[in-house]
């Protein structure tokens, strides 16, 4: 180093001695940390947040690191602190910190992804407040108030004791407001403000304090097995992942709840992570069935910031003892946390597709791994993945293999639709079954993965079709909207009464969604409630529930539905399923799909004979031969699930080996093949001669063109993990340096479950 050099260094060394230094990580795209000079009084902690000031404007950005040794010589002071106490602990910064090195994505970004939406924008921690009369509402004479008798009431209960809102809407009803606001009017109350302090064990936050806890259910051999297996585990010092594999319908929830009661009685909290938002209310009912006397409460993004925020504090506070939420779920900071579940653990939904692109199973893995805390993993089609760490012995391996009482599992058998009549995708022999298990008093559930009336709306006499012109791709019709909807940009039209290229007025459809299903079986079955739930049947506030409780009241019904119905619904009285049109998965050149449809099958099939009755599962299919379905109907998940490994394991896939996908977009496809091909010279140029790592691409994504941008992609490979992320830490300064136009975006998906 040249001597100029060097004497500069110990020059900035020797005044950051004199000056309180932050690293801060700001809600960027940049993989860079910021030095802020701290000219407060006190410095503060790592996991604060602080207002910085950024080129022309201020931002919030997050403490990560104090007591800096900068090599800048001028820097920026904070403008404000924003907490007093850290929002993040120092594990939850190391988990995070983890997480952005493993799935090679901006620090900042991660951490910011941690916190709910309220506290990212840099929102005050919420306070209570307090009323209480002053001097003057002391020395007001009570016949003062004689023709406001409530407001009379409210004031010599704010003389004796200082109230909160809650106390105060307890004695007054909803009109406590309009009430106090008339004390505050006539200057006759005092307030203050102060941080909430959640109490350990969360009293005053439990949703039925001093309810006795509902009896327990006797248990099966299999289940009473298993919850004395995993509350072992759950003593060890350094205990592994339990995957609780047991068939739909085997009663996985109660084994769930059994298990924790020790955690929760010793003073821990319970972290519950389940796929989708629609689950959360049924299972956050179960648990407050069973568990009246804890606090428990649901996280998800269906919840309004506020309520968001005020979940997420009181986990941490340890006012909470069970949180229950979906994916981002996992980063919930808990104070005494002393075990995680995972729902579903094989679902798909687990993983991030947009954005911080992670694993939120691996994540809750990885963050009970670092606390030595248990880990339960429960599905009735576990995947490939667990399974393979229970084949290695890395996860402890329960199963249930049978259903609780009399229930047995439902009789499945293969129908060839090739030579039978069809209405809308429904065979003539599944119509006459529907209509035998109506009449008999059942329900009926029919599965398509296929929203909207048809996916094809077109003219016969030119053969226009309704196409998306930003995708380059077919419009779903959705006949209840009048409108053609892309499912892939969301951007839809207007139907026409006529064809647009040849003005025919007889426009027709092709190929059958859940409205064309459910217009159908109206007809059919006239006196017969149909239900149709999808995301468009759902979409406003309340409208599941309300359809699913017309449901459970177990009245003859016929459900028609996409994957929202195959996870974690329990109808008693659903005794026949029709699984229509899985040609399609048996094909795909993604070498996921058959896991996902052996999953998707037997979830759907799990929902019939699930009360006393036998059920039964009717699956169409053009392809009454195909190995996976005969192996799924006479060998069960589980063999298949082998001979998958196998397969998977000839061809180095996951979890035989690591893959890493690049994705690239851009306005103009030229640009965004160009960009990539520089990607992967980087890349090429960062391989060891002898590394075994293949580089697969640049191709175009399957979607190639998404909302008028055109995506392409580039697939990395290797059969060893640290081979994979070594390439990716030695070429990523270069990565950073290329020169991107034509608006590219890229991304780096580690272990990616979605190449579409």
């Known amino acids: 180093m040249p001597l100029n050099d060097q004497g500069k260094q110990n020059q900035n060394s020797q005044n950051n001695k004199t000056r309180n230094i932050v690293r801060v990580a700001i809600q960027r795209p940049i993989f860079k940390l910021l030095d802020y000079s701290c000219d407060f009084v006190k410095t503060p902690s790592s996991g604060c947040r602080v207002r910085i000031p950024l080129g022309n404007s201020s931002v919030i950005g997050l403490v990560v690191e104090t007591g800096v040794n900068s090599e800048l010589d001028h820097l920026k002071s904070l403008i404000e602190i924003l907490d007093v106490h850290p929002l993040l602990d120092e594990a939850m910064l190391e988990l995070l910190k983890w997480a952005s090195d493993y799935y090679h994505y901006p620090f900042g970004e991660v951490l910011f992804h941690a916190l709910p939406n309220a506290l990212r924008k840099g929102k005050a921690l919420p306070k209570i407040r307090f009323w209480r009369a002053n001097s003057a509402g002391f020395a007001l004479p009570e016949k003062e108030l004689k023709r406001a008798p409530k407001q009379l009431a409210m004031l010599k209960q704010l003389k004796n004791a200082e109230q909160d809102a809650i106390q105060l809407q307890q004695a007054f009803g909803d009109g406590w407001r309009r009430i106090l606001k008339q004390l505050e009017k006539k200057a006759l109350l005092k307030t203050r403000e102060v941080e909430p302090v959640y109490s350990e064990n969360g009293s005053g936050q439990r949703s039925a304090a001093g309810m006795p ?34 068939v739909t319908g085997s009663g ?5 709840l059994q298990s924790i009661e020790s955690l929760l009685e010793a003073g821990k909290q319970v972290l519950v992570l389940v796929p989708e938002i629609g689950l959360t209310p049924q299972i956050l009912f179960r648990f407050q069935e069973h568990f009246p006397q804890y606090s428990i409460a649901s996280l998800h993004s269906g919840l309004a910031d506020n309520a968001r925020m005020a979940v997420w504090l009181g986990a941490k506070a340890g006012a909470i003892d069970i949180v229950i939420g979906t994916r981002s779920a996992v980063f919930t900071p808990m104070k005494n946390l002393g075990a995680i579940l995972i729902d579903e653990e094989h679902d798909a939904s687990f993983k991030q597709q947009e954005g911080f692109l992670y694993q939120g199973r691996d994540m809750a893995i990885k963050r ?25 012995q890395r996860y402890r391996y329960l199963r249930l293999a049978s259903r609780p009482g009399v229930r047995e599992a439902p009789e499945m058998i293969l129908q060839d639709t090739r030579a039978l009549p069809l209405e809308a995708g429904v065979s003539s022999l599944l119509m006459d079954e529907i209509r035998q298990h109506i009449h008999a008093g059942n329900q009926v559930m029919l599965f398509l993965n296929r929203r909207g009336f048809a996916p094809i709306l077109m003219c016969p006499a030119c053969g226009w079709n309704a196409h998306c012109q930003r995708c380059d791709l077919g419009m779903t019709y959705h006949a209840a909207a009048q409108k053609v909807i892309c499912h892939h940009c969301g951007v839809e039209h207007a139907v026409k009464p006529t064809c647009p290229d040849c003005g025919n007025d007889r426009l027709t459809t092709q190929g059958q969604g859940t409205e064309r299903i459910e217009q159908v079986l109206k007809s059919h079955f006239p006196t017969t409630p149909v239900i149709r739930i999808d995301r468009d049947s759902t979409s406003r506030k309340g409208s599941l529930e309300k359809k699913l409780h017309q449901v459970h009241g177990g009245e003859p019904v016929i459900l028609i539905g996409t994957q929202m119905l195959t996870k974690g619904h329990d109808f008693s009285g659903l005794t026949l399923v029709g699984i229509l049109d899985v040609d399609q998965a048996l094909f795909s050149m993604d070498y996921r799909a058959q896991e996902r449809l052996a999953q998707q099958v037997l979830q759907v099939a799990g929902r019939a004979g699930r009360g006393e009755k036998k059920g039964r599962v009717v699956l169409q299919t053009s392809q009454p031969e195909h190995p ?42 030229e640009a965004g093949l160009v960009f990539l091909n520089k990607f992967r010279s980087v890349l090429q140029s960062c391989l060891e001669e002898d590394a075994s790592i293949e580089l697969l691409g640049p191709m175009p994504s399957p979607l190639s063109k998404k909302a008028n941008r055109y995506r392409f992609q580039l697939l990395i490979g290797s059969p060893h993990r640290p081979l994979l992320h070594q390439l990716l830490d030695k070429a990523m300064p270069d990565l950073l340096r290329i020169r991107k136009t034509g608006g590219v975006r890229w991304a780096i998906d580690v272990d990616p479950t979605d190449f579409l």
């Open 368 to 392: 009970a791994y670092d606390a030595s805390i248990p880990v339960l993993l429960g599905s009735a089609t576990p995947s490939l993945e667990s399974l393979h760490n229970a084949l290695r």
């Open 213 to 246: 806890a509902k009896g327990k259910l006797t248990l099966t051999g299999e289940q009473q097995h298993s919850v004395e297996q995993i509350t072992e585990c759950f003593q060890e010092s350094r205990p592994k992942p339990v995957l609780l594999h047991g």
């Open 628 to 669: 996976l379905l005969l192996s799924l109907l006479s060998q069960g998940y589980y063999q298949t699930a082998l001979q998958m490994l196998n397969e998977r394991r000839q061809w180095r896939y996951p979890p035989y080996g690591s893959q890493a996908l690049i994705r690239v977009s851009a306005n103009k496809a």
């Open 252 to 256: 996985k929830t109660e084994v769930y």
